[in-house]
């Protein structure tokens, strides 16, 4: 009867359910005496151990009140029709303390050791496919950290324990999936998995023989290396004999690393959805390293059912879609769109793959995602989703609160400083959900020198290094830049170093620049540009009360005009002062300004 009943689940914050309807818990330390009790079903717990696994070592003079109050509140929850001055049946006092009496099989606790226990027997049998699965199982139960806020010793002590079994279990997942043969895509999780745990030594081995396997052999090298140099720094050890062993047998191209016969069984279950716009394709990026980490980590989280929102905000040709496409994941599915039409839920129906019927509404989007999260994890990217209708807006937001319990992973990128109504809403309503922000910044002189290595397979001279102050790290900018040079033979190769052939090289590299960045100006607003104008007149560097006084308005009425320029990367703000960002803008401005609006320029 009790299972029916009450249901308590600690694989997160505390959630008690009674009936099938969750129950509000009241105070942290209530809370924290029932996950003890929880944890502990069916066994006697001693008041002492309780207040100090609640309270540690120096619980306040009123503890014993307190834990005669918090007992009281409990058995009214749990059991809200039980005689008032009676003892209840699922809370009972029992010397030395109290007991609570439920099930075994009430907590996810209880469901999670079953399911190790199957998925080692499975292991064991040499059933690689039904471990994976009762694993899979397992990592499900989560929905965060364990005990999630609760206060006290105890708590804080199972935190650490259950954080270790869950790591435990996402190894032995990985594990079991290269007996598989199922190394194809297992790559980015476990690069996640050791970028979070750099010292533990099970995860980097998993991943060099995911490398090899997937044929890249000097790669898995690397990998070894830097791990050497990663326990060396940090405790002052050689790895252990499972790498050691792993590094030799790459160095004679051993054929124990020889990819298993896949599963044919499981290989047939796992038909896997790929909707990926034209025109995207892989490409080499420079100075991404952080971003590239943080997103490969976000789909090795999606294992424990851990979905989340993220971000990607830049300017137009910042590398949004090319991050995307290098951390790709080939072992999910992957839903893709452009938010380019306005048929209301347009972008959500083209990246499903649904049929875009005069009937389908947001019933049938969330459906969709559910099937498809069933039977794999789901990655739903939307390019531009600024310029996308407001019922994929609305819709995206739904998608954002499901992917709280879903295998699901939500990627949109969207120009910085977008402000268009309803899309501002959704932005901020997704941040104060916690989603992650990931800001593009432009790239390093030294990322764009990389990137002009890259592109031309050569290191970049002085000359061309000096593109990337030009280009303002700008990555789109500086490709076309190169192509330009490239095919305009406006480049050579000496010792060992490309760069500008002649002064006409330089003055063809400038003029591709200047149409790059001039053509951020028809972005802007009529009365941006009407500002921009009469700044440009000032000279480079002007105040905002100089403009303002120069069309005839008050500061404060160009506060969003200046605000507007400044995201579009034309205008900058430097110690008080504004600026424009390259003289070749200013230039533009100045040029196209009529005559009878010309005053006096001052200098800059």
Known sequence: MFDTLVRIDLLGHLRVRLEHEEVQLGPARRQAILAVLADNLGRPVGRDELIHGVWGSAPPASVDGNVHTYISGLRRLLEPERARWSGGELLVSEPPGYRLQLPRNSTDLAALGSL???????????????????????????????????????A?????????????????????????????????????????????????????????????????????????????????????????????????????????????????????????????TRSQLAGRELEIAKLKSCIGELRTRRGRVVLVEGETGIGKSALLSSVAPSSCHLAWAVADDKQPLGVLIRALGLEPTASIAMSDVLKRVEQLCASA???????????????????????????????????????????????????????????????????????CAQLIHQVIGVPPGPALRALATTALGNPLVLRQTIATL???????????????????????????????????????????????????????????????????????????????????????????????????????????????????????
């Open 486 to 604: 490239v095919r305009d033979g406006s480049i050579r190769t000496s010792n060992g170093l490309v760069d500008l052939y002649d002064d006409a090289g330089a003055a063809a590299a400038e003029r591709v620049l200047v149409a790059a960045l001039t053509a951020r100006l028809d972005r802007l607003s009529g009365i941006a540009l009407e500002t921009l104008r009469a700044a440009a007149v000032l000279g480079m560097r002007f105040t905002a009360g100089e403009v303002a006084a120069a069309v005839g308005r008050r500061p404060s009425e160009l506060v969003d005009v200046l605000d507007e320029a400044i995201r579009a990367k034309v205008l900058a703000d430097v110690g008080g002062f504004l600026t424009f960002t390259h003289p070749a803008q200013r230039r533009a401005l100045y040029d196209s300004t009529p005559p009878d609006q010309m005053t006096p320029a001052r200098s800059a």
């Open 116 to 154: 190790k226990e199957r998925a080692n027997e499975r292991r064991a049998a040499g059933d690689h496919e039904a471990a994976v699965q009762q694993l899979d199982s397992a990592l499900a139960l989560w929905r965060g950290e364990a005990f999630g806020g609760l206060p006290g010793p105890y």
């Open 377 to 447: 994890s789901l990655v739903l990217v939307v390019d531009d989703l600024h310029e996308a209708d407001e019922a994929s807006l609305l819709g995206w937001d739904l998608l954002a609160m499901a992917s709280r319990s879903l295998p699901l992973l939500m990627i949109a990128t969207c120009r910085s400083g977008e402000h268009k109504p309803g899309f501002a809403r959704l932005r901020r309503a997704l941040t104060a959900r916690d989603a992650v922000l990931m800001p593009l910044r432009p790239l390093s002189r030294a990322a």
């Open 156 to 280: 804080e002590r199972r935190r650490a324990e259950l954080g270790e079994e869950r790591l435990v279990m996402v190894e032995q997942r990985i594990q079991n999936m290269l007996a598989l043969g199922e190394h194809n895509g297992l790559v980015p999780e476990i690069e996640a998995l050791v970028h979070e745990h750099p010292l533990r030594e099970s995860g980097w081995e998993s991943l060099i023989i995911a490398l090899q396997r997937d044929g890249r052999r000097m790669e898995a090298l690397d990998r070894i290396a830097y791990l050497r140099a990663v326990l060396r720094e940090h405790l002052g050890v050689e790895p252990g004999t499972a790498i050691r062993r792993l590094h030799q047998e790459l160095l004679a191209g051993d054929p124990a690393f020889a990819t298993p016969e896949p599963h044919v069984g499981r290989r047939s279950k796992r038909e896997l959805l790929s909707i990926v716009p034209g025109g995207v």
